[in-house]
């Protein structure tokens, strides 16, 4: 019920039955309870919602557990499976922060420095992000950072590779930032969906590797886990640039 308060709300007493499956008279009993402990409140139009007590929880939560202690923990156990370095990328205001990093022990491996600030057309954790978000957002960002100028054969060429990551779930392969390094990267939703960083991997290898398939997928289902531990969708979201060239072009000319 209070999930359902929290992430749908406000609702009135028929919406949240439908929204839970509970009776009305199980919820308005369970509603008053937890308005008395001040969980909840109602409104002058019957519907209700939560409190900045749960806010006030979830931050205190957020402080105990830390995001770093999830996002370290989480790339630790990636990196020990693939045996690859491995980071997390923060996204915000339009550019890529390296905030987390966990390497494998063995001689041959890629280096990222932490706070290191990227631009997201420049890198596999930055395509993975812009696959996620719209086109006019796409657009602002190579207005803003294009080093060179974008033509339109260039801005097309980046509207389908991103079309192509939001297909598979991630991004791979090499840039011209680090020369013979091969990337794979997946997007991390916060609770509205939307993109707010990138799981990576980086290895130093001249083409493809042959399981590049296998470890993409791994570090795909590792930003899944990531977005649920944070408090994301259970599923990944849809692409709005997916969804708006499927409207465009229709689903068999869009894939």
């Keep these: 019920?209070?999930?359902?308060?929290?992430e749908d709300g406000p609702l009135t007493l028929t919406a949240?039955?439908?929204?839970?499956?509970?009776?009305?008279?199980?919820?308005?009993?369970t509603l008053r309870l937890m308005r008395d402990e001040g969980f909840v409140v109602q409104d002058e139009d019957r519907k209700w919602h939560a409190t900045i007590?749960?806010?006030?929880?979830?931050?205190?939560?957020?402080?105990?557990?830390?995001?770093?202690r999830i996002t370290d923990r989480v790339l630790r156990e990636l990196a020990e499976v693939i045996d690859e370095t491995v980071v997390y990328a923060t996204f915000e205001n339009g550019w890529l922060t390296y905030s987390g990093q966990a390497e494998p022990d063995k001689p041959v491996r890629t280096h990222i420095p932490l706070g290191g600030h990227y631009g997201p057309l420049e890198t596999r954790t930055g395509h993975a992000v812009l696959a996620w978000l719209t086109r006019a957002e796409v657009d602002k960002i190579i207005e803003a950072q294009a080093t060179t100028a974008y033509?339109?054969?260039a801005r097309k060429a980046?509207?389908?590779?991103?079309?192509?990551?939001a297909l598979r779930g991630y991004a791979s392969g090499t840039g011209d930032r680090w020369p013979g390094v091969w990337g794979a990267a997946a997007p991390v939703f916060n609770h509205r969906?939307?993109?707010?960083?990138?799981?990576g991997v980086s290895i130093?290898?001249?083409?493809?590797?042959?399981?590049?398939?296998?470890i993409a997928a791994?570090?795909?289902?590792?930003?899944?886990?990531?977005?649920?531990?944070?408090?994301?969708?259970?599923?990944?979201?849809a692409s709005p640039l997916l969804a708006a060239a499927v409207h465009r072009r229709g689903p068999a000319r869009a894939r």
């Design 158 to 165: 980046l509207y389908q590779e991103l079309l192509d990551v």
């Design 1 to 6: 019920m209070l999930t359902a308060v929290c």
């Design 16 to 29: 949240l039955s439908g929204t839970t499956g509970l009776t009305p008279p199980t919820l308005l009993r």
């Design 193 to 199: 969906g939307q993109p707010v960083g990138a799981v």
């Design 151 to 153: 033509t339109p054969h």
């Design 53 to 68: 007590l749960v806010w006030r929880l979830g931050c205190a939560v957020n402080d105990s557990i830390g995001l770093h």
């Design 218 to 237: 791994k570090v795909s289902a590792a930003a899944q886990q990531l977005t649920v531990e944070l408090g994301g969708p259970a599923e990944r979201p």
């Design 204 to 214: 130093p290898t001249g083409g493809v590797p042959d399981n590049g398939e296998a």
